[in-house]
Protein backbone atom coordinates (compact mmCIF):
# COMPACT_ATOMS: atom_id res chain seq x y z
CA UNK A 1 0.00 0.00 0.00
CA UNK A 2 1.29 3.32 -1.06
CA UNK A 3 2.43 5.59 1.72
CA UNK A 4 1.20 9.16 2.18
CA UNK A 5 2.68 11.90 3.84
CA UNK A 6 0.90 15.91 4.32
CA UNK A 7 2.54 18.62 5.25
CA UNK A 8 2.01 22.05 5.46
CA UNK A 9 -0.70 22.43 8.45
CA UNK A 10 -0.89 25.29 10.79
CA UNK A 11 -2.63 28.24 12.70
CA UNK A 12 -3.23 31.10 9.91
CA UNK A 13 -6.00 33.81 10.28
CA UNK A 14 -9.21 34.17 8.60
CA UNK A 15 -8.73 35.58 5.10
CA UNK A 16 -4.96 34.14 5.14
CA UNK A 17 -3.13 31.74 3.33
CA UNK A 18 -2.10 28.08 3.44
CA UNK A 19 -0.14 25.39 1.08
CA UNK A 20 -0.42 22.08 1.90
CA UNK A 21 1.60 19.19 -0.05
CA UNK A 22 1.31 15.83 -0.14
CA UNK A 23 4.35 13.47 -0.91
CA UNK A 24 5.05 9.61 -1.65
CA UNK A 25 8.41 8.88 0.27
CA UNK A 26 9.00 5.78 -1.32
CA UNK A 27 7.29 6.04 -4.43
CA UNK A 28 6.48 8.19 -7.10
CA UNK A 29 2.58 9.93 -7.76
CA UNK A 30 3.15 9.40 -10.95
CA UNK A 31 0.62 6.56 -11.03
CA UNK A 32 -2.22 8.13 -9.21
CA UNK A 33 -4.37 10.54 -9.29
CA UNK A 34 -4.89 12.16 -5.91
CA UNK A 35 -7.35 13.67 -3.86
CA UNK A 36 -7.86 15.77 -0.88
CA UNK A 37 -10.30 15.29 2.17
CA UNK A 38 -10.89 16.96 5.37
CA UNK A 39 -12.92 16.56 8.26
CA UNK A 40 -13.50 18.55 11.51
CA UNK A 41 -14.30 17.46 14.82
CA UNK A 42 -18.00 15.81 14.74
CA UNK A 43 -18.26 15.61 10.83
CA UNK A 44 -18.23 13.36 8.54
CA UNK A 45 -14.50 13.42 6.04
CA UNK A 46 -15.39 15.59 2.96
CA UNK A 47 -13.94 15.09 -0.48
CA UNK A 48 -12.83 18.32 -1.74
CA UNK A 49 -10.44 18.27 -4.96
CA UNK A 50 -8.81 15.54 -7.07
CA UNK A 51 -6.37 15.90 -9.78
CA UNK A 52 -5.73 13.11 -12.18
CA UNK A 53 -2.54 11.61 -13.74
CA UNK A 54 -3.40 13.91 -16.49
CA UNK A 55 -3.64 17.15 -14.54
CA UNK A 56 -7.28 17.40 -14.92
CA UNK A 57 -8.82 18.69 -11.83
CA UNK A 58 -11.98 17.68 -10.22
CA UNK A 59 -14.05 19.72 -7.94
CA UNK A 60 -16.49 17.58 -5.08
CA UNK A 61 -17.14 20.41 -2.85
CA UNK A 62 -18.62 23.93 -3.45
CA UNK A 63 -17.31 25.19 0.00
CA UNK A 64 -13.85 25.25 -1.45
CA UNK A 65 -14.54 26.64 -4.89
CA UNK A 66 -12.74 29.47 -6.01
CA UNK A 67 -10.76 29.57 -2.68
CA UNK A 68 -8.96 25.99 -3.30
CA UNK A 69 -6.69 24.88 -6.04
CA UNK A 70 -4.70 21.27 -6.59
CA UNK A 71 -1.65 21.06 -8.66
CA UNK A 72 0.89 18.91 -9.49
CA UNK A 73 4.88 19.64 -9.01
CA UNK A 74 6.30 17.36 -10.75
CA UNK A 75 10.00 18.10 -9.77
CA UNK A 76 9.51 17.68 -6.61
CA UNK A 77 6.92 14.83 -6.91
CA UNK A 78 4.27 16.40 -4.54
CA UNK A 79 0.38 17.02 -4.95
CA UNK A 80 -0.40 20.91 -3.34
CA UNK A 81 -3.67 22.06 -2.57
CA UNK A 82 -3.42 26.34 -2.05
CA UNK A 83 -5.73 27.44 0.23
CA UNK A 84 -6.60 30.87 0.00
CA UNK A 85 -9.48 33.64 1.82
CA UNK A 86 -9.39 31.03 4.75
CA UNK A 87 -12.47 30.82 6.65
CA UNK A 88 -12.50 29.26 10.54
CA UNK A 89 -15.47 26.64 8.92
CA UNK A 90 -11.92 25.29 7.42
CA UNK A 91 -10.73 24.24 10.57
CA UNK A 92 -10.15 20.68 10.18
CA UNK A 93 -7.83 17.70 10.19
CA UNK A 94 -6.71 17.50 5.84
CA UNK A 95 -5.44 14.40 4.24
CA UNK A 96 -4.70 13.09 0.63
CA UNK A 97 -5.43 9.73 -0.66
CA UNK A 98 -4.38 7.91 -3.75
CA UNK A 99 -6.41 6.01 -6.27
CA UNK A 100 -4.60 4.09 -8.86
CA UNK A 101 -6.35 5.16 -12.18
CA UNK A 102 -6.04 7.45 -15.09
CA UNK A 103 -9.02 9.75 -13.89
CA UNK A 104 -10.63 11.07 -10.62
CA UNK A 105 -14.08 9.63 -9.82
CA UNK A 106 -16.58 11.49 -10.83
CA UNK A 107 -18.62 11.22 -7.59
CA UNK A 108 -16.62 11.22 -4.43
CA UNK A 109 -16.29 8.20 -2.39
CA UNK A 110 -14.06 7.53 -0.04
CA UNK A 111 -13.33 3.60 -0.46
CA UNK A 112 -12.76 4.34 -3.93
CA UNK A 113 -8.86 5.86 -2.66
CA UNK A 114 -6.62 2.66 -1.96
CA UNK A 115 -4.11 4.75 0.32
CA UNK A 116 -4.63 7.87 2.82
CA UNK A 117 -1.77 9.71 4.60
CA UNK A 118 -2.09 10.60 8.44
CA UNK A 119 -3.65 13.99 8.16
CA UNK A 120 -2.21 17.47 8.71
CA UNK A 121 -3.99 19.99 11.35
CA UNK A 122 -5.47 23.57 9.80
CA UNK A 123 -6.69 25.70 12.31
CA UNK A 124 -8.00 29.26 11.09
CA UNK A 125 -8.81 31.47 13.85
CA UNK A 126 -7.77 34.59 14.66
Known amino acids: QLKLVEFGGGLVQPGGSLRLACAAP????????IGWFRQAPGKEREGLLC????????NYADSVKDRFTISRDKARDEIHLQMNNLKPEDTAVYYC???????????????????WGQGTQVTVSS
Open 97 to 115: AAVATWDCPMVVDRADFES
Open 26 to 33: TFTLDYYS
Open 51 to 58: ISRRGKQT
